[in-house]
């Protein structure tokens, strides 16, 4: 670092932040420092730059700010269990590593992302993750130029960006091996077509791969829900002709379902949620997705993105998978 701040001109902290493209260097020492630096094939230490980093957080507090960018308002995305599982991850972690985290709605914007980039860059914010999205207000490629991207599950999809998601197939086979170990023997899943869309047909995938794997008499295909409410008659016909045991479910309210068709949880019919609601997390048996770990994964990505001054869209974009847990519950009853 020593001879490319004597070739530049300038002090090895400046080569320093010239390098991580910190927004205080004017752009043309940012071209002489990069022009010197590889002619004498100088590159940075991850490791070096990590411990650095961490040791200006200690000095000065907060010093860098990372957007959580969305198309939600606060209320909107606060009104959500999910949500509010991911940001404190997020949160939590980013100030374990000395950042704060500022949440960049692209409604303050009216869904412009050329405009919601150029206040970022204002704010000298140069790590964002993607996260709470709808369709519109999608960004391209070249809004990312100049920004290091973490992408928060299927978020802003369009963008082929690293990743890091709950691990959807690895859950539900968990899911699928708990309810067995707990002597049922045709558990199902039950889940909406759009949600399971979202985390990738993981869900889908696991349980059509659980079923495979079983004898006939043990299979139970999936029932997958159309639309935003439950036909009743296609349940009711689906649960008389394969009389699953145990059910796996996310967001429908199955224990109402099977009430309906007075059928009892859990003397009748066992029922594991993958939960999407803390009253399911404190009232029911099954899947702990683990959110907050994912959100924050996200962050670890991303700082790990910004020490090493990786920019744009990945050649070969990553998925990280945090894989998530059981709890058990009293909508599960241990069977002989």
Same mark, same amino acid.
């Given at each position: 670092?020593?001879? &490319?701040?004597?070739?530049?001109?300038?002090?090895?902290?400046?080569?320093?932040?010239?390098?991580?493209?910190?927004?205080?260097?004017?752009?043309?020492?940012? !071209?002489?420092? =990069?022009? /010197?630096?590889?002619?004498?094939?100088?590159?940075?230490?991850?490791?070096?730059?990590?411990?650095?980093? !961490?040791?200006?957080?200690?000095?000065?507090?907060?010093?860098?700010?990372?957007?959580?960018?969305? /198309?939600?308002?606060?209320?909107?995305?606060?009104?959500?269990?999910?949500? +509010?599982?991911?940001?404190?991850?997020?949160?939590? @972690?980013?100030?374990?590593?000395?950042?704060?985290?500022?949440?960049?709605?692209?409604?303050?914007?009216? !869904?412009?992302?050329?405009?919601?980039?150029?206040?970022?860059?204002?704010?000298?914010?140069?790590?964002?993750?993607?996260?709470?999205?709808?369709?519109? $207000?999608?960004?391209?490629? !070249?809004?990312?130029?100049?920004?290091?991207?973490?992408?928060?599950?299927?978020?802003?999809?369009?963008?082929?960006?690293?990743?890091?998601?709950?691990?959807?197939?690895?859950? &539900? =086979?968990?899911?699928?091996?708990?309810?067995?170990?707990?002597?049922?023997?045709?558990?199902?899943?039950?889940?909406?077509?759009?949600?399971? +869309?979202? &985390?990738?047909?993981?869900?889908?995938?696991?349980?059509?791969?659980?079923?495979?794997?079983?004898?006939?008499?043990?299979?139970?295909?999936?029932?997958?829900?159309? $639309?935003?409410?439950?036909?009743?008659?296609?349940?009711?016909?689906?649960?008389?002709?394969?009389?699953?045991?145990?059910?796996?479910?996310?967001?429908? @309210?199955?224990?109402?379902?099977?009430?309906?068709?007075? &059928?009892?949880?859990?003397?009748?019919?066992?029922?594991? /949620?993958?939960?999407?609601?803390?009253?399911?997390?404190?009232?029911?048996?099954?899947?702990? $997705?683990?959110?907050?770990?994912?959100?924050?994964?996200?962050?670890?990505?991303?700082?790990?993105?910004?020490?090493?001054?990786?920019? $744009?869209?990945?050649?070969?974009?990553?998925?990280?998978?945090?894989?998530?847990?059981? =709890?058990?519950?009293?909508?599960?009853?241990?069977?002989?």
């Amino acid at each position: 670092m020593l001879d &490319v701040a004597r070739a530049s001109g300038v002090s090895p902290a400046t080569v320093s932040r010239a390098l991580r493209d910190d927004p205080r260097i004017t752009p043309d020492v940012k !071209q002489r420092v =990069k022009s /010197h630096a590889m002619r004498l094939g100088y590159v940075p230490n991850p490791l070096v730059q990590a411990l650095m980093t !961490q040791r200006r957080r200690r000095i000065q507090p907060h010093a860098e700010t990372l957007a959580l960018v969305t /198309h939600l308002s606060e209320a909107d995305w606060k009104g959500k269990d999910v949500c +509010r599982w991911y940001f404190r991850g997020i949160r939590d @972690r980013a100030e374990q590593l000395g950042y704060r985290v500022e949440v960049a709605s692209l409604e303050s914007v009216r !869904q412009n992302p050329v405009r919601l980039c150029k206040v970022l860059r204002a704010q000298g914010i140069s790590g964002m993750i993607l996260g709470f999205s709808r369709d519109e $207000g999608q960004f391209t490629r !070249q809004d990312m130029s100049e920004f290091s991207v973490v992408g928060l599950s299927t978020y802003f999809d369009a963008l082929p960006v690293d990743r890091v998601h709950l691990n959807g197939f690895y859950n &539900v =086979k968990l899911a699928f091996r708990e309810l067995r170990a707990a002597g049922y023997q045709r558990p199902a899943l039950v889940a909406p077509v759009r949600n399971n +869309r979202v &985390v990738g047909g993981q869900w889908s995938a696991a349980a059509l791969d659980e079923q495979w794997q079983r004898p006939a008499e043990e299979q139970c295909p999936p029932f997958m829900v159309e $639309g935003s409410m439950v036909n009743m008659s296609k349940f009711r016909d689906w649960f008389e002709k394969h009389r699953p045991d145990a059910i796996i479910a996310y967001k429908e @309210r199955v224990v109402e379902l099977l009430d309906r068709l007075r &059928v009892r949880v859990p003397e009748d019919v066992g029922v594991a /949620h993958l939960f999407g609601t803390e009253q399911e997390r404190k009232n029911m048996a099954g899947i702990d $997705g683990n959110l907050n770990q994912v959100g924050a994964a996200a962050v670890d990505l991303l700082v790990q993105k910004l020490h090493t001054n990786e920019r $744009g869209i990945p050649e070969h974009p990553r998925d990280v998978m945090v894989q998530g847990t059981w =709890k058990d519950g009293p909508t599960i009853r241990r069977r002989e």
